[in-house]
């Protein structure tokens, strides 16, 4: 039958679609077969970033501690809470304090009679110059005796130095307060250090901006600047300490003693990344076009680390390729592109964070 529907449809020079047969309208397959623009990116190689685990704390951190010895009587504050600078936080039992004062304002109060006395009688020519010079001395001794047994009374309250929250608490009421001895921790509200120990086979310099991810997953993350490298290696480890500060922003920060990741870029590896809008998924492969001669290429990759602006390919593409942007679900292999847009797209390890 259809050979007979052939033979009549060139007889009569026309054409008749095999609809039955799997045949696509000419319209639809013109269509199929052109985009009228797409836009493209170069994968390129980049140093790889390597993460180093590493640990948040306050930029401003005190341990609180008494310059005087005494029993605690009362601690105001516990852990988590906030504090502004200057409040009351640990009182200590300043009963000895307070007798220590009065025995210097007695004192006081005797040296500023017996000068009294003694000017008087100086007055008189009953007593010499010499014994009015040593009464005013004595007098001079105890205002000092009195200054120095009220400033006890400050050492006997402990106070905020700073706006912040308590992180730590090492005493309760009726424990022995040493000098020196913390008895409270204050994280002072603000910006963060983030410390690290980094390999020695890394090359990181103080100015260096990194980026600080989230130990909860590859999402999200926060730019910081290295403040402090110090050049010294652990014996054992072969690390070396690095510090970088996470600015206060609206963003909320990571919490002070928490894990997250520093990542620094490898000076001897490299990857191969693309834009991360360029990726599309189906099913459990991963794909990507690439436009070669405009024409539209399929690829399936192998994707590896990713962050919001970036994709890693650890197979699949290589290098000077241009990735299509956004790829529309209607694109498939195969088409023209009637344009042709090359899109730069940012590669600093910062342009990942947000």
């Known amino acids: 039958m259809t050979t007979r529907l052939l033979l009549l449809a060139a007889a009569i020079g026309t054409v008749v679609p095999l609809t039955s047969c799997g045949g696509r309208d000419s319209n639809e397959e013109r269509y199929r077969e052109t985009v009228q623009a797409v836009e493209v990116s170069r994968a390129i190689r980049?140093?790889?970033?390597?993460?180093?685990?590493?640990?948040?704390?306050?930029?401003?951190?005190?341990?609180?501690a008494t310059r005087s010895s005494g029993t605690i009587r009362r601690i105001l504050v516990d852990v988590g809470d906030v504090v502004r600078e200057g409040q009351n936080l640990v009182l200590l039992d300043d009963a000895d304090i307070q007798a220590g004062v009065s025995r210097a304002q007695a004192d006081l109060e005797l040296a500023r009679r017996t000068k009294a006395r003694i000017e008087a009688l100086e007055r008189d020519g009953a007593a010499t110059g010499q014994e009015l010079d040593e009464a005013t001395a004595r007098l001079q001794v105890a205002e000092a005796g009195l200054r120095e047994a009220r400033s006890g009374l400050d050492y006997a309250v402990l106070r905020a130095p700073f706006g912040g929250v308590v992180s730590a608490r090492h005493a309760d009421p009726g424990d022995l307060a040493v000098p020196g001895s913390p008895l409270l921790e204050i994280s002072g509200a603000g910006d963060l250090i983030v410390e690290a120990d980094v390999s020695a086979r890394l090359s990181v310099?103080?100015?260096?901006?990194?980026?600080?991810?989230?130990?909860?997953?590859?999402?999200?993350?926060?730019?910081?600047?290295?403040?402090?490298?110090?050049?010294?290696?652990?014996?054992?480890?072969?690390t070396f300490r690095v510090e970088a500060r996470l600015e206060a922003t609206n963003r909320r920060l990571p919490v002070p003693n928490s894990i997250v990741a520093l990542q620094v870029a490898?000076?001897?590896?490299?990857?191969?990344?693309?834009?991360?809008?360029?990726m599309f998924v189906r099913g459990q492969l991963s794909g990507v076009f690439v436009v070669r001669d405009s024409v539209l290429r399929l690829r399936w990759i192998r994707p590896g680390r990713a962050e919001s602006s970036l994709v890693e390919v650890l197979s699949g593409l290589v290098a000077g390729d241009n990735v299509v942007r956004r790829p529309e679900s209607a694109l498939v292999d195969g088409q023209v592109a009637e344009a042709v847009e090359v899109v730069p797209w940012p590669l600093r390890p910062e342009d990942g964070a947000r």
């Open 266 to 278: 490898s000076a001897s590896d490299s990857v191969l990344v693309i834009p991360a809008d360029a």
């Open 46 to 64: 980049q140093p790889a970033i390597l993460s180093v685990p590493a640990r948040v704390r306050s930029a401003r951190t005190a341990e609180m």
């Open 205 to 238: 310099r103080k100015g260096q901006l990194v980026t600080i991810q989230p130990a909860t997953g590859p999402d999200g993350g926060w730019l910081a600047e290295v403040t402090r490298v110090v050049p010294v290696l652990d014996r054992a480890s072969q």
